[in-house]
């Protein structure tokens, strides 16, 4: 949780007060919390809540003072949350990944392509296209800036970028339970995805479940290939992830399916 230490100021001892806390995630959802003073009116808070989004955070501290003596006043204590930031060199072909969950399909506020003076730069300079697989006759690119069905900002999904200009992506959104495993749709044929978690996972460890069953990897050729293609933007030349491999943050692969799972 955050830390916040600061002291409420009076011109007399009013002794130890309650102080309401909300705090504020960067989707705008609050959570309501309280922190009680010391006589002298210092405190020491802590939040209880977790920090699972990136982005700009408040705590906001709010005293009703004490009637014909002091007046009600509020203190805000912004900061900010930081997850994987992935760079981008301009003019040169990447695959990507989104490393959180995206609490907007928002690609604008999701991807937050900063340039090197920390501005925000528009994201249609990333020239984002995804690969739906499921679309007629059998799987199409779709282009943020040339197709109104992009399908948004999505977790697990794989995009190409193209970016027009260098810039730095400092994703919004939800940080995914690093302890806790998560789901990925894949349709049958070829399907671009990405690892949520904030560090480079083993593709050996994924798990396939078909018709409720669960496999491992290894065990599940017949549904999921047990290879990964990512790209490497320095070469330009696609790179074979075997089961002994990594899925790195930040990064998009291609995989196969033979069966929806």
Request: one cysteine or more.
């Given at each position: 949780?955050h830390?916040v230490?600061?002291?409420?100021?009076?011109?007399?001892?009013?002794?130890?007060?309650?102080?309401?806390?909300?705090?504020?995630r960067?989707?705008?959802?609050?959570?309501?919390?309280?922190?009680?003073?010391?006589?002298?009116?210092?405190?020491?808070?802590?939040s209880?809540?977790?920090?699972?989004q990136?982005?700009?955070?408040?705590a906001?501290?709010?005293?009703?003072?004490?009637?014909?003596?002091?007046?009600?006043?509020?203190?805000?204590?912004?900061?900010t949350?930081?997850?994987?930031?992935?760079?981008l060199?301009?003019?040169?072909l990447?695959?990507?990944?989104l490393?959180i969950?995206?609490?907007?399909?928002?690609?604008s506020?999701?991807f937050?392509p900063?340039?090197?003076?920390?501005?925000a730069?528009?994201?249609?300079?990333?020239?984002?296209?995804?690969?739906?697989?499921?679309?007629?006759p059998s799987?199409?690119?779709?282009?943020?800036?040339?197709?109104?069905?992009f399908?948004?900002a999505?977790g697990?999904?794989?995009?190409?970028?193209?970016?027009?200009?260098?810039?730095?992506?400092?994703p919004?959104?939800?940080?995914?339970?690093?302890?806790?495993?998560y789901s990925i749709?894949?349709?049958?044929?070829?399907?671009?995805?990405?690892s949520?978690?904030t560090?480079?996972?083993?593709?050996?460890?994924?798990?396939?479940?078909?018709q409720?069953?669960?496999m491992?990897?290894?065990?599940?050729?017949?549904?999921?290939?047990p290879?990964?293609?990512?790209?490497?933007?320095?070469?330009g030349?696609?790179k074979?992830?075997?089961?002994?491999?990594?899925?790195?943050?930040?990064r998009?692969?291609?995989v196969r399916?033979?069966?929806?799972?």
């Amino acid at each position: 949780g955050h830390l916040v230490l600061s002291t409420l100021h009076t011109n007399t001892a009013v002794g130890a007060q309650t102080i309401p806390v909300q705090l504020v995630r960067p989707d705008g959802s609050g959570v309501n919390e309280s922190v009680v003073t010391a006589s002298d009116g210092t405190f020491t808070y802590t939040s209880s809540t977790v920090l699972d989004q990136t982005g700009d955070w408040k705590a906001k501290f709010s005293w009703n003072g004490v009637s014909g003596t002091y007046d009600a006043t509020l203190l805000e204590a912004p900061f900010t949350v930081t997850g994987v930031s992935v760079s981008l060199t301009g003019g040169v072909l990447d695959l990507v990944a989104l490393p959180i969950v995206p609490v907007t399909p928002d690609a604008s506020t999701t991807f937050n392509p900063l340039r090197a003076d920390g501005t925000a730069a528009p994201v249609s300079v990333l020239d984002l296209i995804t690969w739906a697989p499921t679309m007629p006759p059998s799987g199409k690119y779709v282009s943020l800036n040339r197709d109104s069905n992009f399908p948004g900002a999505k977790g697990g999904a794989g995009y190409w970028t193209y970016p027009s200009e260098s810039v730095k992506l400092s994703p919004k959104g939800k940080l995914w339970n690093q302890t806790q495993a998560y789901s990925i749709s894949v349709a049958a044929g070829w399907n671009l995805i990405g690892s949520v978690f904030t560090s480079d996972i083993s593709w050996g460890a994924v798990q396939v479940r078909y018709q409720g069953n669960v496999m491992s990897l290894s065990a599940a050729g017949s549904v999921l290939r047990p290879y990964a293609w990512g790209y490497d933007p320095t070469s330009g030349s696609y790179k074979l992830i075997q089961t002994n491999g990594v899925l790195k943050t930040g990064r998009g692969y291609w995989v196969r399916a033979l069966e929806p799972c």
